[in-house]
């Protein structure tokens, strides 16, 4: 999963035609380490995604820009526009995220 740095590297890896997903993440975040315990699995599975991951905290605008409210949040991005969300509450488990992604692929 690649890191994101820059508000230029954000942008333009969402405007990609190939859809992203966006891990929103925070230091301090138990369950942002937990969903790190599990994510690589989950990655290999949904190769059809790029995966990147973004310091929430680093990047406040885009957290409230995108509805970011709680953390880990993974946001699906294609040509620019947000087409899902996966709320931090329902990001807890492997099977949760595959749930949310299996939605998103029918």
Known sequence: MEKIKSL???????SNEKPVIIKFFAGWCPD???MNMFIDDVIKDYSQYE????????FPELAEKYS???IPSLLIFKN???LAHL????????EQVREFLNEQNK
């Open 87 to 94: 709320h931090s509450a329902n990001a807890k488990s492997p």
């Open 51 to 58: 995966w990147n991951e973004i310091n929430r905290d680093d």
């Open 68 to 70: 970011v409210m709680g």
């Open 32 to 34: 942002c380490t937990r």
């Open 80 to 82: 620019g526009e947000k």
């Open 8 to 14: 230029e590297t954000f942008e333009q890896v969402v």
